[in-house]
């Protein structure tokens, strides 16, 4: 099973900065939407942001929107999450998804997307 691996998660203070990477040995990014989710305790998994292969086309959630940015570099084989002005809302395990779905308004439904990281931990506390 091909995997993504997430990376840059941590413990912040409200206020603070973090950018998550995602990104494989295993295959190409280029060809896919990558999605951004996350899963807080007791909560369902939810789509935050996604963006497409050619790193155009790029949708957020309105709980991160402004403060949230998805950006991919395909030569690095690599897509990052600069996350700003971070809450304790933002408190989550964070994953990566690829899919061969565009990013568009039904992004965060994760069944459209085939391969999937193991998640990193983002906890937002003073």
């Known amino acids: 099973q091909l995997r993504l691996a997430e990376s840059g998660g941590g413990l912040v203070q409200p206020g603070g900065s973090l950018r998550l990477s995602c990104g494989t040995s295993?295959?190409?990014?280029?060809?896919?939407?990558i999605g951004w989710f996350r899963q807080a305790p007791g909560k369902e998994r939810e789509g935050v942001s996604c963006i497409g292969s050619s790193g155009v086309t790029v949708e957020y959630a309105n709980s991160v929107k402004g403060r949230f940015t998805v950006s991919r570099d395909n030569a690095k084989n690599t897509v990052y999450l600069q996350m700003n002005s971070l809450k304790p809302e933002d408190t989550a395990v964070y994953y990566c998804a690829a899919g061969r779905l565009p990013c568009g308004p039904y992004y965060y439904v994760s069944t459209h997307y085939d391969y999937w990281g193991q998640g990193t931990q983002v906890t937002v506390s003073s």
């Open positions: 295993e295959f190409t990014l280029d060809a896919y939407t």
